[in-house]
């Protein structure tokens, strides 16, 4: 059985599929999938799998004019007949009852594209440090217990499966944006120790510290975030994708919580407490776990350092993304800017050329990690150092840390800050201006 559809592009071909799954299973009461997709080249066909609907299983597909487009959906049993329930079943017709169902189905989808459902999102994060109160024009956030917030926002979707999915995405680029932000880690929590504790809103809303760049944002024991960011925030959970410099700035934010992550297993897994001697001539220090969600640290040692490393170099590289308009050289036909040279360009214009610099360099020992194997961090510790030759250092030695990572996760995410507040709020200003 196949029907015309015609949409040409993958944003509305998705469209349309979100709202047909969506639709059938309001009409079959269920579109469980066995999902297998298979792509013919040369009869420009997509197979997706074997949906079961209840009454039949049925094979479904799409054929394609170009990537992205669907000119044709097809549902059929496999071949021309289809064993099901130990009974042969004809090949599926459009006259038949439920090529009937499904003619409707399709038609109603086509109607339904856009037309979502309101959903209300209250998902719980975690942090080292509990999260200021704030409520924006789409979003607030309120303390539950002493490093636990909810964010409360609203969510639209065709149906409750697909917006399961849509929290969990717009969680993690909430998420990944604070991390930004603020310099440390989230998580999402679903503690049952916070089940029906009453939450917490702070007196007045507090704001980051201007120009902020070292160590964390917090003031008064609590993660606090620029006003600027809470306009962002709003921007965030009302975008929907439609925004592809948004979604770019996001990956950027992606790269740089998940460093984040990894860079936190190396500092702030572990805590030292010292315990004067009763003798006075020395002093016992205990190590103690600072946070649980770090518990991996110990068994993946210093190859955080290598990770995060990347990951940081990859944030900037990322957010170089936007805006940038290739330009090919006449003689050697690549790009006359390339990547190394936009994340020095955009360091230097929000730092310095110091700065830039630096992170270029850094930028050359990432690049031989990746595709040399040189290390990152030292191969032959010692318990303290001695100079060694390396051909391939800077200064010509081995040098025990080649990456400061502190460094590097302050200056990436300060770039990150200033860019969106450059960006994104100073054009919807301008917009709102005129």
Known sequence: MILDIGITNEKESNEFLRSLWS????????????????????????????MDIGVSVLMAGITYKNNGSIIKLFFGYSGTKYEYRGEQE????RESELGQRL?????????????????????????????????GD??????????????????????ENQVEGKITQKTNQVMDFLSVETNVPFWITSSPDI??????????????????????????GYLTISEEAKDFLDYIITNDGEDEDVQIYLNACSHFHTARKYDAQIYDHQ????????????????????????????MTGESQTEIATTLYMSALEVVTLIGFQSEKCNECKQDKYGIASRVRNIVNKYLNSYIAGQLNGYYDKRSKYLHRGYLLTNDEPTSSSIPLLDVDGENGCKFPIQVSLINLREYTSYVLRAFYKEYFLSQEKAVEDL
């Open 23 to 50: 639709q059938m299973a309001k009409e079959f009461g269920k579109c469980a999938w066995q999902y297998m997709p298979h792509k013919n080249k040369q009869t420009k066909t997509i197979t997706f799998g074997f």
């Open 90 to 93: 004809e090949e599926l017709t």
């Open 103 to 135: 003619v409707r189905v399709v038609k109603r989808a086509r109607r339904g594209v856009r037309k979502y459902d309101d959903y209300y999102a209250i998902p719980t994060i975690k942090s080292l440090f509990p999260l200021s109160s704030y409520e």
């Open 138 to 159: 789409n979003f607030k956030t309120q303390l539950v217990a002493d490093d636990i917030t909810k964010i409360y926002f609203p969510v639209s979707a065709y149906d």
């Open 195 to 220: 089940e029906g504790q009453e939450t917490k809103v702070l007196a007045a809303e507090v704001y980051q510290e201007p120009d902020f760049i070292d160590g964390f944002s917090v003031k008064d």
């Open 271 to 298: 805590g030292y407490i010292d315990h004067p001697l009763d003798d006075g001539l020395g002093v016992e220090i205990e190590m103690y776990t600072k946070n649980e969600d770090l518990k991996t640290a110990l």
